[in-house]
Each structure stands twice: as structure tokens, then as C-alpha cells.
């Protein structure tokens, strides 16, 4: 295939799935400060298992959370699958308002893994992602110049292993690829009572590091922070084991290392929204470029023919 019919095919995967890139580039770029702010919090003071605990069956008496979630930067917990609101553990009341920052970010994970309730949509895009890339990779090296269209070759060449490794490890994670060194433990039996798991977790494991607790998979899992990564961990009535690396989401989310993952997934969105914008704008141009000789040509004539 010719080079103007590879340029060809590149722009045009680009302009039909221009939106949904924008949308998720741009909650990538939300999402990828997350770690940041997460860790940023898991310096204060200690969370008492036995005040989550207590909180837990005041305000879920039955026990139909599903799971728990806490915010140690607000000093709050979540009961998952209930209507009950973020608890303060300081003064053990439902919060009046909710943290405006976790409402942002659960709003772009949700925008980021299933764009207006369309999994696939996102899917689909990211595989879009990966082959405008790769077209722009076979068009082969560019001439760097200071211009509108160097500057958007320049920024895909000087980041290329960071912008195909993002949609890469987001297609992994959409095919359930997980690299994993280990299978994970079974699920055995019915899985352990939210209360109960947490206070296995909190034997083990300060709270604050802790991002949630919760079933998945029919097993009992923990998310906390561990040395700067997130980790999973599966939560018996025994033990609370590490489970093994999910490299993909670990790349992908930027978890490996929120001080070094997280800025260099900023580096990531910045670059790919520069890429859809500057490849946006240059197609546009040259598209008035050629439309406006024809606009002017009739009128061109006309004072020809006047004169």
C-alpha cells in the first residue's frame, strides 16, 4: 500500500472515532493523577478496624454491602451496593457532601471503561488507537520541521513506546490478558463476611493504605497500597495472600508505582490529546485549503469576464 493511501487510512480512523478518543484520552488524563492522590493520603493517621467495624453495622445492619471503600485523605468510608452516603469516621455521621474529587474521578472511570454504558465502544476505539499508530509507525521516519505537522510527527516518534504501550495493556485488560506469573488461589466456600475481612486486612495491613474491600470473582479481595504499588489480595478467615501481578492493569492504571507510573501517564495523555488535536487541525486545514479555490474560482471569473 502507497504512502498517500496509508495517510489516507490514518486520517480517516482518526476522524471516525475522533470522539470517543477524545473522551477517553481526556478521562485517561483525569484518572491518571488518581494514584498520586491516593497515596498522598495514606500518610495520616491510623484507621481503627474496630471504628469501621462499628460503623459498618450502624449503618448496615443487614449486611448487604458488597463491599467497602475508604478514603483516608477525607477521613471516609463507603458502603458499596448501599444508599447509604459516605460515613465520616471522625464524628461516625453520613457526610453532608460528598468528596467532589472521588465523585470526578469515579465519574471518568466509569467514562473510561464504558463510554455512555458501551463497553465495546471503548474497545473498539482502543483497537482504532492501536492501528492509527501502527499506519503512523509504516508511513515510516518523518522530516522533524517546525510546523504544525512536524511538531505532531515529532510528538508521536519522542513517545512512542508510552502512547502504544497505553492502548496496548487497555486492550489486555478489555481481552482479560493478565500475564499473570501465578494462578490465583481458588475460591473456596462462601466467601468471608465484609467485617470480618476487614478486620483480617487491618491485622495485617495499616487501613489507610487500604483502598477497598470487597468480593469479586467470588472470593474476598483487599486493594491497598503496598511500598508505592496497589496490590491485591485475597482475604480468608487464615491468611490475607498477595495475589499475583496483573501487569496489564498495573502498566495501564499506572499502580506499579504512583510517584513514576502517574506522571508518566499524564506524559501519555498529554501526548495522545496533542496528537488527536494537531492531527484534527491539520486535517481541517487542508481541507479549507482545497475547498477555497473552488468557492473563489466562479467569482475569479466573473471579474475576468467583467473586465
Given at each position: 500500500m502507497s504512502k498517500p493511501a496509508l495517510l489516507r487510512l490514518?486520517?480517516?480512523i482518526t476522524l471516525v472515532f475522533a470522539l470517543p478518543l477524545l473522551a477517553i484520552i481526556v478521562t485517561g488524563l483525569i484518572l491518571s493523577v488518581e494514584p498520586l492522590v491516593q497515596t498522598s493520603g495514606i500518610g495520616g493517621p491510623a484507621i481503627e478496624a474496630g471504628r469501621v467495624v462499628e460503623l459498618m453495622k450502624r449503618y448496615d445492619p443487614d449486611g448487604k454491602a458488597r463491599g467497602l471503600s475508604i478514603n483516608a485523605a477525607s477521613r471516609r468510608i463507603t458502603l458499596q451496593g448501599t444508599n447509604v452516603p459516605a460515613i465520616d469516621l471522625s464524628s461516625g455521621e453520613a457526610a453532608s457532601t460528598g468528596s467532589t474529587l472521588s465523585d470526578v474521578f469515579l465519574w471518568a472511570r466509569f467514562t473510561h471503561e464504558r463510554l455512555m454504558g458501551q463497553a465495546?465502544?471503548?474497545?473498539?476505539?482502543?483497537?482504532a488507537m492501536v492501528i492509527i499508530l501502527l499506519l503512523g509507525i509504516v508511513m515510516g521516519l518523518p522530516r522533524l520541521r517546525n510546523t504544525l505537522s512536524g511538531w505532531h510527527k515529532a510528538t508521536a516518534w519522542f513517545t512512542l513506546p508510552l502512547i502504544l504501550l497505553s492502548p496496548l495493556t487497555g486492550l489486555c485488560m478489555a481481552f482479560g490478558l493478565t500475564f499473570q506469573s501465578g494462578a490465583p488461589p481458588a475460591a473456596t466456600g462462601r466467601p468471608l463476611a465484609l467485617p470480618?475481612?476487614?478486620?483480617?486486612?487491618a491485622a495485617s495491613h495499616e487501613l489507610s493504605h487500604v483502598i477497598s474491600i470487597g468480593t469479586r470473582g467470588g472470593r474476598m479481595m483487599a486493594r491497598l497500597y503496598d511500598g508505592g504499588e496497589l496490590r491485591a489480595y485475597a482475604v480468608?478467615?487464615?491468611?490475607?495472600?498477595?495475589?499475583?501481578?496483573?501487569?496489564?492493569?498495573?502498566?495501564?492504571e499506572g499502580n506499579w508505582s504512583a510517584l513514576i507510573a502517574s506522571p508518566l501517564n499524564v506524559v501519555t495523555s498529554i501526548a495522545l490529546l496533542t496528537l488527536l488535536s494537531t492531527g484534527l487541525l491539520i486535517w481541517a486545514r487542508r481541507t479549507l485549503r482545497k475547498r477555497r479555490p473552488r468557492a473563489d474560482g466562479p467569482a475569479g471569473a466573473a471579474v475576468v469576464g467583467a473586465g
Open positions: 490514518h486520517r480517516w465495546w465502544l471503548v474497545t473498539a476505539s482502543t483497537l470480618d475481612a476487614t478486620r483480617m486486612v480468608t478467615s487464615s491468611e490475607v495472600t498477595a495475589l499475583p501481578r496483573n501487569w496489564p492493569r498495573l502498566i495501564h
